[in-house]
């Protein structure tokens, strides 16, 4: 019998001669030194979904196109129309009057119900409260014609006797709702009755274009039309003109004016793109709405009354179509300026009167643009400069204009100077998209297309003489053009800057 020793000894030497086998394990039996304690998780808030784009609120009265039927548009139109007559708002830019006070006193005394008022008009053999002789609106419209904007409206004479018949009945004298109370108010039911009936007899006499009878008893559709022209646009019309009496008048104005100027800019690019070899720096100028002047028409209609703009440089002036100037300069009302256009463009004295960090934002100052005599540009034989690429363009003017221009070293542009280069304090003012502008061909008031008021076609007389002050009569003098220089790259083409000045003005609504 082997002892506990000799057990132990014939253990070793087995251990030695003979490969170990490695036990196997269950498939269930986790490897050694794998587990890990599970440590707690604080639960993870669940991202929400991205929600669908939600409509923008809209405003009490307020109706979208989107809420009316395909096919209701001219009915709409002809309803606004009918509206404006009721009111007398006659000119693009009227404002809506305040309701007549007598005429609601007596409106009061006689109706206390809306049921009292649609009774009072249904009833087609029921008295009138007031000889029709009493009635003020379309009072001077006996003869069925009336002047509505630029156009005339032929009412019939039997039309307008049914809507001072309709108004005799309510004892309305002044048509015209009170835009300080609610759209539901007893008064503002029965003008609102009294247009809607009106409109349906004076549509079917045929005067408001594109109206379709289809939609003419339809209350669903004009009752809010008629809520939205008249509690909504007139409303918010009337209130502005209560804070500041004239204002709505003159920012009509301005957004007609800044219309035009989109559809001046538009004309010339596409006129200068079929230009082959145009200058790539005057299809960029151009290209800027504020560039250009706001030219009115005269009160003549055979010329426009060119605006100076004090930002815009003597030089700059003389670039463009061939033109007669005022000899009284005209100063345009518009004092926002074109955005990073080269320094030739700007007057000199606007830009030197800019902060260190305005220059920087507003103005390329490393690039010129202009022949030194811009009436030179885009004749029938081109300027030998005009082939030149920009930079090669900018090499040769550059040091002969930059003089009178106080151009700020970036490396003396301390935080603060850059830190102020907010928005110049000349923003201009436009209307919402609702609301309405003034006709383009309207003549301008006290304007005169005198002869002796405008220089002939060529002539500047000494208007633009002493301002900028590097105009060059000698181009012997040019320094020497570096060949080799490549051409600058424009950023952005001319479709892409006017795109974008389009949408600036347009989104920015009162």
């Known amino acids: 019998m082997l002892c ?39 639960p993870v808030r669940a991202t929400p979904a991205p929600s669908r784009s939600t409509p923008a609120k809209k405003r009490p009265n307020q109706v979208t196109t989107a809420d009316y039927p395909k096919g209701f548009e001219g009915t709409k139109d002809g309803f606004t129309v009918h509206i404006k007559i009721l009111w007398g708002m006659l000119e693009p830019n009227s404002v809506p009057p305040p309701a007549d006070k007598d ?9 206390s119900t809306i049921a009292a008022v649609q009774q009072a008009i249904d009833n087609e ?8 002789a009493e009635i003020e609106t379309l009072k001077d419209a006996r003869m069925g014609r009336i002047k509505v904007g630029q156009g005339m409206i032929n009412v019939d004479e039997v039309c307008i006797h049914y809507i001072h018949t309709s108004l005799a009945k309510l004892s309305i004298s002044i048509w015209g709702p009170d835009l300080t109370e609610s759209p539901d108010s007893l008064f503002n039911s029965a003008c609102r009755i009294a247009a809607i009936r009106s409109f349906r007899e004076v549509a079917l006499q045929g005067p408001y274009p594109n109206v379709s009878k289809a939609y003419l008893n339809n209350l669903t559709l004009l009752t809010p039309a008629y809520n939205h022209f008249v509690h909504y646009l ?12 004239g204002k709505f008048e003159l920012v009509t104005k301005k957004a007609a004016v800044l219309r035009r100027r989109l559809r001046l800019c538009k004309a010339r690019c596409e006129f200068l793109s079929t230009i082959r070899g145009c200058p790539k720096q005057y299809i960029k100028m151009l290209a800027k709405p504020n560039a250009h002047s706001d030219d009115e028409v005269d009160s003549n209609g055979i010329t426009h009354t060119i605006k100076t703009l004090e930002f815009r440089s003597a030089n700059a002036n003389h670039f ?34 800019l902060p260190p960090g305005q220059k920087e934002k507003w103005v390329d100052s490393t690039h010129v643009a202009l022949l030194p005599n811009a009436a030179q540009s885009l004749k029938p034989i081109p300027h030998p400069d005009e082939s030149l690429s920009g930079s090669k363009f900018s090499k040769k003017y550059y ?7 106080q151009v700020p070293v970036v490396e003396e542009l301390t935080e603060e100077h850059l830190d102020k280069t907010g928005d110049l304090d000349c923003c201009d003012e436009v209307l919402d998209d609702n609301e309405e502008g003034i006709d383009l061909q309207q003549p301008s008031d006290g304007e005169d297309a005198d002869e002796d008021e405008y220089y002939a076609e060529g002539e500047f007389g000494d208007l633009y003489d002493q301002e900028d002050g590097w105009l060059v009569e000698n181009e012997d003098d040019d320094v020497d053009i570096n060949e080799e220089e490549e ?3 424009i950023e952005r083409d001319w479709e892409g800057d006017l795109e974008m000045e389009k949408t600036r003005h347009e989104e920015s609504v009162v």
């Open 487 to 489: 051409e600058v790259d």
């Open 103 to 111: 005429t609601m006193a007596r409106f009061n005394s006689s109706f």
């Open 234 to 245: 007139s409303a918010q019309r009337f209130k502005k003109e209560l804070v500041s009496p």
């Open 320 to 353: 463009g179509a061939p033109h007669r100037l005022p000899k009284m300069p005209v100063p345009s009302t518009f004092k926002s300026p074109p955005t990073q256009l080269p320094i030739d463009f700007y007057s000199p004295s606007w830009y030197n009167n």
């Open 399 to 405: 040091e002969q204009k930059i003089r009178v221009y």
């Open 125 to 132: 053999s029921g008295v009138t409260l007031m000889a029709q």
């Open 4 to 42: 506990l020793e000799d057990r132990l000894d014939n253990l070793q030497v087995n251990s030695k001669s003979a490969t170990p086998q490695r036990p196997k394990r269950a498939g269930s039996e986790p490897a050694p030194n794998s587990f890990k304690p599970r440590l707690a998780q604080t």
